[in-house]
């Protein structure tokens, strides 16, 4: 599993990848998790609003920042 989060690096940015990291620690799943801040590469998935959450190349959240659990469930729902 490839897990992007999307934007600038502003705080939201730090905190969508934190509760991700915790998302995928708590279902126990092993994923790649890299960190796009290139504008032309967030655009090119469509995030107007950042930050944004891609899994496999699908955005599944953009605009907030979701709770740990609302992750959980996200990541959850993923095909293995």
Request: hydrophobic fraction near 40%; aromatic fraction near 2%; glycine fraction near 8%.
């Amino acid at each position: 599993m490839i897990v992007k989060v999307l934007g600038p690096g502003c705080r939201n940015c730090h905190r969508l990848e934190e509760r991700t990291r915790e998302a995928l620690s708590r279902l126990g799943l092993e994923a790649e998790v890299e960190k796009v801040t290139d504008y032309g590469q967030i655009a090119a998935y469509g995030v107007l609003r950042t930050p944004g959450l891609v899994v496999d190349d699908e955005v599944v959240h953009s605009g907030s920042v979701p709770t740990t659990d609302h992750l959980v469930e996200l990541l959850s729902a993923r095909p293995a």
